[in-house]
């Protein structure tokens, strides 16, 4: 076995952190549901767990407290709703009940197995009284069935033969974590969800249907149990959960096992959310579960094939980016009802919110790998378009659409605007993501149907918002990626992403135009020449600030104005600085949170020269915290591109590594997607030097000195091809598809069938 592929930790550790943690590392998801890594026996009570299985896209209202009400402040918000519980499932063993808190556990250990899909929770436990068993649990979240979910659960008595009690529960009573101490999570306890039916069906499943309490959504959950050993069987239906015992005889060394199977259907993809769920049940348990493992296995083959990246020479390395793209397919929606959270599915961090993560830091890896997948993420902004144009309104825009800065259902969740809706640049990334994505497929049908409208809808916002004075183009009172400086003018980021943007739109347009495709579009949206004039001039005039003296672009037309942060008073890199300081007081200094320059140098690289993007990264290294975990994996790829090599693997490194190593202390609350995408934007923009221009497909390649090789697969306009980067040379294999034209240190080439390219320093 390859050990990339195992994600392992030994020991059994029951401090409060490393539980919390162990919760999110270890999670069940695929893009559909997720399930937190719960010890299906509990914890004793008191003891801290979040206990969660969430449905990507599913959501309630909660109310978004406005201190002072004002016109336009977003009074509701949507919450990733934890829609019940079937994980729980507790033995007993000769009246002891096998229970991790008590007795003494031998061995330990938990698996995430990311070739077969599975995770595994094995121990050997002595009860107080001296029997040991031994407990083997699998679990999986199916890529091939979306709504099941599935616990093996295997027990061995080692030395006695006796009865065993197995209680398995289902529960619809169930509510979401909150800690009024942090903002990154719910501040207090809400009931989302009432069980509206539970029952025993005649085929002996447990079926519990919910509402939730105010967006009027429904979901309904099956649970069915299959036994190895004969048993005896009875169950106990209450208010809000469903029990269920199972009594079986256990042999000295048999092993034994209880299969729990979930079936979970909202109504947002089923009409009938319990007539679905039942009959998806019976066809899972037409199946024996191997046949779902295999599915599995065959899916995930499918998936490396096309995303696995290699490195040898760095073993650890490897195995955290193993990791990070499986958490990425795990955490993607599947459908356009859905998309990617901050936090995937693994937790409540950020209450399951959709954020421009998505854009410039997911769908480049599902673009390059899993195009299908990059192309759902898009059209979830598509299907979410009128909510962007009702926002708009709200903002005060005559026409076009603004995207919310986090959501769910498509309305503004963020009830901060200045490090919230004030983030327009939300516009310009989601317009650049499409373009990019058109750029590397070649999919004219999404632009058609899709992204066109996206486009022209977003840059009539920029147009509307923006004000031609002494000659510019200029963009006021808006924030940039970096949420320690908000509400400034002319954020160099943003102009440039609108300016991108707005050019787009007038480009697509006018190709359009000459197709003759226009006309669904014009029906729609009822553009005009006139406009597309006004997005032309817009862009060709917007203002990119440069300062001379220093040679770098200010982030701001204030930012180089501001006192300087004394980072001596406060160790860098000791959680993030918001936590001690008012944000107010942060507006105020050239202190920033993340990358917001540094990322505009990385996308359009070609807006300045060289010499100033070198400036801008030291400059802006020197006054970043890296609070975000979006920023390192950016400074990093920077780095690769002005040659920092030593540098550019530190950030890789850390970044790579965060989750698993809980650098930000914080992964308790969920994974972090973007910085994992970030991370594969680490080596394919980073060191393979990868950029998509509409000119072509660019290459600077280079190989960090601490490793011998790197392989990669990568879609280009449908053609696969596999890259091999040695220290010496780097080689392009076209695997299937028509031959690819590239671009490597600027010479062009096309791969017919091979090519290898000496590496060259610069
Ligand atoms: C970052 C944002 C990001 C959000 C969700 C915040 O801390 O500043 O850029 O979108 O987290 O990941």
Redesign the pocket.
């Known amino acids: 076995m390859n050990r990339a592929f195992v994600f392992q930790k030994d020991g059994y550790t029951r401090t409060e952190g490393e539980l919390l943690l162990n919760e999110t590392l270890f999670h069940n998801a695929n893009g559909y549901f997720g399930v937190r890594g719960n010890f299906e026996e509990g914890y004793p009570p008191g003891q801290a767990t979040v206990r969660g299985q969430y449905v990507n896209g599913f959501y309630n209202f909660s109310e978004m407290k406005q201190p002072e009400k004002h016109y336009g402040f977003p009074e509701q918000k949507q919450t990733m709703v934890n829609s019940f519980d079937t994980q729980t499932m507790v033995l007993t063993v000769e009246g002891e009940r096998v229970d991790l808190f008590q007795g003494e556990v031998l061995e330990f250990s938990r698996v995430l197995d990311m070739k077969k899909g599975i995770t595994i929770r094995r121990f050997v436990w002595e009860s107080p009284k001296g029997r040991q068993v031994e407990v083997c649990i699998t679990r999986m979240a199916s890529f091939e069935m979306l709504p099941l979910f599935t616990i093996e659960y295997q027990v061995t008595p080692l030395n006695f033969s006796g009865k065993a009690w197995m209680e398995s529960v289902h529960s619809g009573d169930v509510s979401n974590y909150f800690n009024p101490k942090d903002s990154?999570v719910a501040g207090e306890k809400i009931t989302h969800l009432r069980v509206a039916e539970r029952e025993m069906t005649e085929d002996g499943f447990s079926l519990i249907r919910s509402k939730t309490l105010k967006s009027g959504l429904e979901i309904a959950s099956v649970t069915a149990h299959l036994l190895s050993e004969e048993y005896t069987a009875k169950s106990q239906v209450g208010e809000k959960e469903i029990v269920q015992f199972f009594e079986f005889p256990l042999r000295e060394k048999v092993p034994v096992t209880v299969t729990k199977y979930t079936v979970t259907c909202d109504s947002i993809r089923y009409l009938d959310v319990k007539g679905t769920a039942a009959d998806l049940m019976r066809k899972s348990l037409g199946r024996p579960l191997d046949y779902w493992y295999q599915c599995q296995e065959d899916y995930l083959d499918k998936f490396w094939e096309n995303a696995e990246i290699e490195i040898i020479g760095d073993e650890e390395l490897n195995l955290s980016l193993h990791y990070n793209l499986y958490q990425l397919l795990q955490s993607v929606g599947k459908d356009e009802y859905c998309n990617i959270g901050?936090k995937g599915l693994s937790g409540e961090g950020?209450e399951g919110?959709y954020?421009?993560?998505t854009e410039m830091y997911i769908v480049p890896f599902f673009s390059l790998a899993w195009p299908e997948t990059a192309k759902n993420l898009l059209s979830y902004r598509y299907q979410i378009l009128d909510r962007a144009r009702a926002n708009a309104r709200v903002m005060g825009y005559l026409k076009g659409a603004l995207y919310p800065w986090?959501t769910i259902n498509g309305d503004e969740c963020s009830g901060y605007y200045p490090?919230g809706s004030a983030?327009y640049h939300i516009n310009g990334d989601i317009s650049y993501a499409a373009v990019q994505y058109y750029l590397i497929t070649g999919d004219w049908d999404f632009m058609v149907s899709k992204g066109a409208e996206i486009l022209l809808e977003t840059a009539r916002m920029w147009y509307d918002l923006g004000n031609f004075y002494q000659g510019s183009f200029q963009l006021h009172d808006l924030t940039g990626?970096d949420?320690y400086s908000c509400v400034v003018n002319n954020n160099y980021y943003t102009n440039l992403t609108a300016k991108h943007n707005l050019e787009w739109a007038a480009k697509i347009y006018r190709r359009l135009k000459a197709q003759g495709q226009l006309e669904d579009l014009e029906r729609r949206i009822g553009i005009e020449e006139e406009e597309i004039l006004g997005f032309e001039e817009a862009a060709e005039k917007m203002l990119l600030l440069y300062d001379e003296v220093l040679d770098i672009n200010p982030q701001d037309d204030s930012f180089l104005s501001k006192k300087e942060w004394d980072f001596s008073q406060e160790a860098k890199g000791n959680g993030p600085i918001m936590q001690w300081n008012h944000l107010y007081r942060l507006y105020r200094y050239q202190v920033c949170?993340?990358a917001d320059t540094v990322l505009a140098h990385m996308i359009f690289e070609d807006a300045q020269k060289v010499s100033t993007m070198k400036n801008s990264f030291d400059y802006y290294e020197k006054r970043t915290t890296h609070?975000?975990?979006?920023s390192r994996c950016i400074f990093g790829i920077m780095a690769s591109k002005l040659g920092e090599k030593k540098k550019a693997y530190e950030y890789f490194d850390f970044s790579s590594k965060l989750d698993i190593l809980n650098s930000q202390h914080n992964t308790k609350d969920g994974i972090?997607t973007?910085n994992m995408g970030g991370t594969y934007m680490g080596i394919v923009y980073g060191f393979l030097g990868f950029r998509v221009k509409e000119t072509g497909f660019y290459f600077m390649p280079s190989l960090p000195e601490q490793w011998e090789r790197c392989r990669l697969r990568l879609q280009l306009l449908g053609s696969r091809l596999e890259i091999t980067v040695t220290g010496t040379e780097c080689m392009f294999r076209l695997i299937e598809g028509t031959p690819v034209r590239l671009f490597v240190y600027g010479r062009e080439y096309e791969v017919e069938k091979e090519l290898t390219v000496p590496l060259e320093e610069w």
């Open positions: 990154r901050a950020y919110h954020f421009w993560d986090r490090s983030q990626p949420e949170k993340q609070d975000s975990s979006l972090h973007a």
